[in-house]
């Protein structure tokens, strides 16, 4: 069964500390692997994309890896700010099947 | 340049009723994707739309329907509507009809209500 699992649920940290959000994986045929962002009662934003041939991606203070072989994909961010507070929301996409998998997401809060 | 948007933003109905929601994809954009997020869960793909056709769909029962129009846009439609149904609807659009590397961008999402 493909599935998308992320972890920890929530996590709590303060501003301009780093923080490590998990993504574990169980799709195949594997396409590629997307982080978002989504605000309170907003729309996803991309942060990252990442097919099987890339281990890394950044997009400033976002660096997204990627373990093909072990299924798995970290999101880091670095220097939190207040504006970081957001779930990250892990999605993986099947080769033909054209269907996308998400995860539960990770809940962001970063406190002042 | 103007983002996806969608209405309506919040949608009340009871169970039984039909709901019609829609969205406008980003300016050529020719791809449409509609999402289900209810509350405490994960994103759920519904329908993918592009150029006219159904693309492909989630795991959702036929009542889940809808289309997508000359200009882009898209409605989605929900018959015979349940208590389970009341989730925040979200649309999305891309340029490409790719499972490649295509950005969706999505909208604010209409949150609907089934008493």
């Known amino acids: 069964k493909n599935q998308v699992e992320q972890s920890p649920q929530s996590l709590i940290i303060l501003e301009g500390k780093n923080c490590t959000l998990q993504c574990n994986y169980t799709v195949s045929p594997f396409s590629n692997l997307r982080w978002y962002k989504q605000d309170t009662g907003r729309g996803p934003v991309s942060l990252t994309i990442m097919t099987f041939s890339e281990n890394t991606k950044s997009n400033g203070r976002y660096t997204a890896t990627l373990d093909a072989d072990t299924k798995q994909s970290s999101l880091h961010i670095t220097a939190s700010q207040l504006s970081d507070s957001a779930s990250y929301i892990c999605v993986v996409s099947s080769t033909g099947t054209y269907k996308y998998i998400f995860g539960t997401g990770t809940r962001l809060k970063v406190l002042a | 340049e103007a983002g996806v948007t969608q209405s309506p933003t919040h949608l009340i109905k009871t169970r039984g009723q039909q709901a019609t929601l829609r969205c406008s994809p980003i300016s050529g954009h020719t791809s449409v994707y509609w999402y289900q997020q209810a509350l405490g869960l994960g994103l759920q793909f519904l329908l993918w739309?592009?150029?006219?056709?159904?693309?492909n769909r989630g795991n959702f029962p036929p009542r889940f329907s809808g289309r997508q129009f000359p200009n882009y846009s898209s409605e989605l439609n929900v018959n015979a509507l349940e208590l389970e149904d009341s989730a925040l609807y979200l649309c999305?659009?891309?340029?490409?009809?790719?499972?490649?590397?295509?950005?969706?961008?999505f909208g604010p999402g209409t949150r609907l209500t089934v008493l």
């Open positions: 739309y592009d150029e006219g056709e159904e693309r």
């Open positions: 999305a659009s891309s340029l490409i009809a790719s499972i490649g590397t295509d950005t969706q961008y």
